[in-house]
């Protein structure tokens, strides 16, 4: 079942005073609207990150009609976090709603399985997933990703973990057994190897555990100096929470490399969060131009900040529909070539889309977990205490991109 939200268009006054010379190629159709797919786990173990996207998505749709002055319609497909479920949902789009953009595709295994099929359908996909191979590998003319991924997630947590802890030589990871968890705990590996760290233990997990216990269990038995978590969402989550009431926190320092960012530390409370490293895409206390307008717009509109999920839909979101009025068609060749080599201000500050591989080069954040008297407000969980860009080349990462 395919669920739609509509916008209508904004008036002709703003129609007219907001299609600059240049911008708009052709104008759209009287009542025709651009539609987008919205294909995120609505349901299952990461439906929070799913509706957060949901909701993100929506607010782009809005401020896309309201700017461009045509009509969108968005469609949130339910993944379920399934390949087989994602692939299903986005051929029924295509061929059903003839939709041709999507945002979304929170999951690796999901995002690289979707973008072919997006790139078969002749369209364009933009997704937050993490592992290399998307924009690598496996990657394609259709997809595009704003996330930094799992090379420079590692990159950007543990190698400065590793400088401010130089007598933490014993690091131990457990890992959710799939393409996204293999790439964090490569790169690991990687910068462990190049320290000189004693990788003393992996456990492997796989996407449906609940229960970490037997894991943590191992890890207190091979006496790390630092316990990295390469999980994500409610996993990561569990196995926090989890590790806490074993008392992991007063033993050793934990590092989760991939955190979800504010919905995770509302779940989690403060207790938990103090004195933990979080590795994360966005934060809404990143003082730049666009973050600040969209932290106000979330607050006014909704009512609290907006996070990772809701911030990454958002702007994957708006990079598309405002590449297919620049365009004049949602078809993914006019699109794909719209946003590649764009630079723009987004959410972590001046971002651009590298053309030959289709990856967003922006700011990766490193948050450390703050007393609760600490605390400015409810949500002032976590201080910056890094933040920067690491990236493969494309050559590197293996991306071929087609002719």
């Given at each position: 079942?395919?669920?739609r939200?509509?916008?209508l ?36 173990a ?6 957060f996207?949901?909701i ?25 976090g ?6 299903r949902?986005?051929?029924?789009a295509l ?25 078969r359908?002749?369209?364009a ?26 090379f420079?997630a590692?990159n ?28 964090l ?15 003393v ?86 003082d730049?131009?666009?973050?600040r ?37 949602p078809?993914?060749?006019?699109v ?11 959410p ?9 591989d ?18 400015a ?12 860009k ?14």
């Open positions: 079942m395919i669920n939200r509509k916008f268009t904004t008036s002709s006054i703003a129609a007219a005073s907001l299609a600059a010379p240049g911008l708009l190629t052709r104008a759209f159709a009287a009542g025709e609207a651009l539609k987008l797919g919205v294909p995120v786990p609505i349901s299952g990461f439906a929070a990150n799913g509706k996207a949901t993100g998505s929506l607010m782009a749709a809005e401020d896309a009609a309201a700017a461009h002055g045509i009509g969108v319609t968005t469609f949130d497909l339910d993944t379920e399934k390949p087989a479920t994602a692939v949902k986005v051929q029924d061929a059903q709603e003839g939709i041709k953009l999507f945002a979304g595709g929170i999951l690796s295994s999901e995002s690289l399985a979707m973008g072919k099929e997006i790139e359908g002749g369209g996909f933009m997704t937050t997933a993490g592992a290399d191979e998307i924009t690598g590998v496996d990657c394609n003319k259709a997809t595009f990703r704003w996330s930094v991924p799992t420079g590692i950007q947590t543990v190698r400065p973990i590793i400088e401010a802890l130089p007598d933490a030589k014993k690091w131990y990871t457990i890992t959710p057994q799939y393409v996204f968890g293999d790439g705990l490569n790169a690991a590996k990687a910068v462990f190897a190049e320290k000189g760290i004693e990788h233990g992996n456990s492997y997990h796989s996407l449906t555990d609940k229960e970490f216990s037997g894991y943590l269990t191992n890890a207190i038995a091979a006496q790390p100096d630092v316990l990295l978590l390469l999980n994500f969402g409610a996993q990561s989550s569990d196995t926090l929470r989890q590790a806490v009431s074993f008392g992991l926190k007063e033993r050793m320092t934990i590092v989760v490399a991939w955190a979800s960012g504010l919905e995770q530390f509302e779940a989690l409370g403060p207790d938990i969060c103090e004195g933990i490293y979080f590795g994360t895409q966005y934060w809404h206390g990143a730049t131009p666009m973050n307008d969209l932290v106000a717009k979330v607050r006014e509109k909704h009512g609290f900040n907006p996070n990772y999920s809701f911030a990454g839909s958002y702007i994957c979101t708006r990079l598309l529909l405002d590449a297919a009025v620049k365009a004049g068609s078809d993914g060749a006019g794909a070539a719209a946003l590649s080599g764009l630079t723009y201000e987004g972590t500050g001046t971002e651009e889309i590298r053309a030959a289709h990856q967003v080069l922006k700011d990766y954040y490193l948050l450390k977990g703050k007393a609760k008297a600490d605390m407000d409810k949500d002032d969980y976590v201080e910056i205490v890094g933040a920067g690491s990236f493969l080349s494309p050559e590197e990462a293996g991306c071929k991109m087609p002719a």
